[in-house]
T-cell receptor
Framework: GDSVTQMEGPVTLSEEAFLTINCTYT??????LFWYVQYPGEGLQLLLK?????DKGSNKGFEATYRKETTSFHLEKGSVQVSDSAVYFC????????????FGKGTLLTVNP | SQTIHQWPATLVQPVGSPLSLECTVE??????LYWYRQAAGRGLQLLFY??????ISSEVPQNLSASRPQDRQFILSSKKLLLSDSGFYLC????????????FGPGTRLLVL
């Protein structure tokens, strides 16, 4: 079945550090890939997405590139801020699945001033 | 613009008591609706989805049920709560014909004691 594996947390960084959160997936066909973010006490918000190979999703300084050859969708940001502290979820939607999201377990990011 | 509401925001219930969580969507018609649960240490799991009134698909066997009595209303229920039902319940919607992205509500935090 479909699955998403993302790096275990927690991840703790200092402000302005470089961030990478690894995400790899297993799915048949060509799934669409997503990163969602959950700020403390809140629901999930879509951060970025990519729908085909080599697409790059970007938003709020975050980027992720859909790599079909490595089945990966790693999240990166060049300079994190304290306000980026949150849980980040990698997810996929497989074609023909009634648009059901399959999530990774989430990675807690804490950014210290 | 579309918005999604969930209530209550927080709920503490004794084991064996009934449950009813409600989700409503505004600003869209005939959406796909989804219930997810985020349990401690287990990530996000899809519980139910619905493509129309009265149409419910269950993803995992469990102590919960879902209903969709109106186009933009999705209800999660249980007759007798278990300790293992504790978690953060998220409702999501997707507008048909407008891509794959799902948008999430603020969630309901349920603690069963």
């Amino acid at each position: 079945g479909d699955s998403v594996t993302q790096m275990e947390g927690p991840v703790t960084l200092s402000e302005e550090a470089f961030l990478t959160i690894n995400c790899t997936y297993t799915a048949t066909g060509y799934p669409s890939l997503f990163w969602y973010v959950q700020y403390p006490g809140e629901g999930l918000q879509l951060l970025l997405k990519a729908t085909k190979a080599d697409d790059k999703g970007s938003n709020k300084g975050f980027e992720a590139t859909y790599r079909k050859e490595t089945t990966s969708f790693h999240l990166e940001k060049g300079s994190v801020q304290v306000s980026d502290s949150a849980v980040y979820f990698c997810a996929l939607i497989r074609q023909g699945s009634n648009y059901k999201l399959t999530f990774g377990k989430g990675t807690l990011l804490t950014v210290n001033p | 613009s579309q918005t999604i509401h969930q209530w209550p925001a927080t709920l503490v219930q004794p084991v064996g008591s009934p449950l009813s969580l409600e989700c409503t969507v505004e600003g869209t018609s005939n959406p796909n609706l989804y219930w997810y649960r985020q349990a401690a240490g287990r990530g996000l799991q899809l519980l139910f989805y619905s493509v129309g009134i009265g149409q419910i698909s269950s993803e995992v066997p469990q102590n919960l049920s879902a209903s969709r009595p109106q186009d933009r209303q999705f209800i999660l229920s249980s007759k007798k709560l278990l300790l293992s039902d504790s978690g953060f319940y998220l409702c999501a919607w997707r507008t048909r014909g407008q891509g794959e992205t799902q948008y999430f509500g603020p969630g309901t935090r349920l603690l069963v004691l």
